[in-house]
């Protein structure tokens, strides 16, 4: 059985390793246009902030280690066409410019996601860079060691995440989204002011509700950011305003939806016979809606890379969908959430009731206690759960994996009052924040 993979991030590397563990006899050859791969871009912050000194960390895969497991990995070679129905691919070696084709038995896409990139007015000026990969991180770094005023435009977990670095770094930082919140696609308002709040009390200068519209420069170098409502010095500009999956090659070839994104069933099987795709590439199922839905997280890759390879050859092991389960650490806020916010479920016509808690993490007898705040979402007839989030200084964010499998299992806010959770007073109360939750609910 000739397997061919094309990608070597999350989901490629999960997939190349559980295929040659599974199918010994397997002729696996990976195609990756980079000189490296499995990078954890999530620890792109933090290796730009400092926190991660070596960034080998950052790397849990390499050529060698696959080559052990009987692999051919052809770095820096670019798959520039696939023909599904005649099982080919061409390719060229970035090295060398050759191109040749290959054939295979079975695809497993896993070419993952590229950042967005406006077609605005001064774009292509230096010091406007990108955050996606290993290089990326490293010019960030190296720019950011002259520059005094850094914005970053988009206001997800990335773009967050970057801010932080830079201020801790001694940056002057400007944070710039066309919303008019940031992390609005991940939390109500209630949590994102807390989170504008903190960044606030360090200075950093948060340009919400504005579209950047062009970049000025001078002698090549970005010098401003214009936006429909001001303008803002820059030495460093990072892009941030999201990912859009790479799947060019396979338009009109398999099933995707419209933002190009790859549908796949619970097998990871997509459209054609013998075709599989895993991580940023492809949509999966949303528990909370039923729907296909393009989630770009490195915890969905991981899990479709290992569902690709184990339902290779039959298929064995179904997909159980995705909640969206996501966490940050924005200053001493721990902050999480899955499933639907508020707004979201509104935005799709749901009709839904939420409730709020707040209390005291642990008894007030114990020496410190911290509060917690924990809100749900649920519809109002089913009394179902299909959203929670989560802000409290001491790290109480796992509850967020809980409400993940609850939302998951498809449980009811009364069922959730009255699960079996442990008391201990180091850790928690006799009801715990979730039961807590349950027992509020109207």
């Known amino acids: 059985m000739k397997v061919a993979v094309i990608g070597c991030t999350h989901a490629g590397t999960a997939a ?28 792109i912050a933090l290796y730009v902030g400092g926190v991660v000194k070596d960034p080998k960390g950052l790397f849990y895969s390499s050529p060698e280690e696959l080559a052990k497991l009987g692999v051919n990995t052809k770095m820096k070679h670019d798959v520039l066409d696939v023909d599904v129905d005649s099982k080919k691919l061409k390719v060229r070696n970035l090295d060398t410019n050759e191109e040749f084709e ?12 590229w950042p967005i990139i406006p077609k605005l007015e001064g774009i292509d000026l230096e010091n406007i860079l990108l955050s996606k990969n290993f290089y990326h991180s490293n010019t960030i770094i190296e720019k950011a060691k002259d520059a005094k005023n ?3 435009v988009g206001a997800g977990y990335i773009g967050v995440e970057l801010v932080e670095a830079f201020e801790m770094n001694g940056k002057n930082v400007t944070l710039i989204d066309a919303e008019d919140r940031i992390l609005s696609k991940y939390l109500d308002k209630e949590f994102t002011d807390v989170a504008e709040k903190a960044f606030k009390d360090h200075s950093v200068k948060l340009a919400l509700g504005e579209l950047v519209t062009k970049f000025e420069g001078e002698d090549g170098k970005v010098r401003k ?27 009109n070839q398999i099933d995707m ?13 997509t459209s054609k016979k013998d075709i599989f795709a895993a991580g940023d590439s492809c949509a999966v ?19 479709m890379g290992t569902l690709a390879a184990r339902n290779l050859v039959e298929p064995t092991t179904k997909h159980m969908g995705t909640q969206g389960t996501s966490g940050i650490k924005i200053y001493e806020h721990n902050i999480a959430s899955t499933g639907l916010t508020e707004d979201a479920a509104k935005a799709l016509g749901l009709d839904i009731k939420t409730v709020t808690v707040k209390d005291n993490y ?12 924990l809100k749900l979402v649920y519809e109002k007839d089913s009394k179902r ?58």
């Open 150 to 152: 850094i914005i970053v």
């Open 385 to 442: 759960i299909v959203g929670a989030q989560i802000n409290s200084k001491t790290d109480l964010t796992q509850s967020i994996n809980t409400m993940s499998v609850v939302i998951q299992n498809k449980m009811t806010i009364d069922e959730l009052a009255f699960v079996d959770f442990f008391f201990q007073p180091h850790f928690n109360k006799p009801w715990n924040l979730l039961n807590l939750a349950g027992l509020s609910a109207e």
């Open 16 to 43: 190349i390793i559980n295929t040659a563990k599974l199918y010994p006899d397997a002729e696996i050859t990976v195609y990756e246009r980079n000189d490296n791969i499995s990078f954890l871009s999530c620890g």
């Open 362 to 373: 642990r008894p007030e007898f114990m020496p410190t206690y911290d509060e917690a705040t």
């Open 102 to 113: 290959d054939t295979f038995d079975k695809l497993i896409i896993t070419t993952g996601s």
């Open 285 to 303: 199922i949303y528990n909370p809606t039923g729907e296909h839905r393009y989630i770009p997280l490195a915890t969905n890759a991981v899990r």
């Open 257 to 269: 939806l419209e933002s190009g994104a790859i549908v796949v069933d619970q097998y990871m099987r």
């Open 225 to 251: 950011v214009i936006t429909d409502k001001g303008e803002y010095e820059a030495d460093l500009v990072i892009m941030c305003i999201g990912f859009r999956p790479n799947t060019g090659m396979f338009k």
